[in-house]
């Protein structure tokens, strides 16, 4: 059984950062693309960012240029490093590992940014 622990959700202002971190308890973690959703009240589950297995990356428009998502394959642990936060940020964040037809989701953090 694969479990996805998130951690370092939290209220921070505008402007502020936070560090979601997200270790995963399986034995192969390098051969998963991670990615971290984010879905705010009364909408849609969006991807964030994601980073496979190769380390090539890709974002979301919204967070380019304030977000950066990095993978620990010594440590089965993704993270995702949120600056320059605003109000729009604010949601609940789901770490993703998937690799073909093994798809796995945390349990969610909560990020609320207020102005």
């Known amino acids: 059984q694969v479990q996805l622990v998130e951690s370092g959700g939290g209220l921070v202002q505008a402007g502020g950062s936070l560090r979601l971190s997200c270790a995963a308890s399986?034995?192969?973690?390098?051969?998963?693309?991670t990615a971290w959703y984010r879905q705010a009240p009364e909408k849609q589950r969006e991807l964030v960012a994601r980073?496979?297995?190769?380390?090539?990356?890709n974002y979301a428009d919204s967070v380019k240029g304030r977000f950066t998502i990095i993978r620990d394959n010594a440590k089965n642990t993704v993270y995702l490093q949120m600056n320059s936060l605003k109000p729009g940020d604010t949601a609940v964040y789901y770490c993703?590992?998937?690799?073909?037809?093994?798809?796995?989701w945390g349990q969610g953090t909560q990020v609320t940014v207020s102005s």
């Open positions: 993703n590992l998937k690799w073909y037809t093994y798809d796995y």
């Open positions: 980073i496979r297995g190769d380390g090539n990356t």
């Open positions: 399986v034995a192969t973690f390098n051969i998963y693309t």
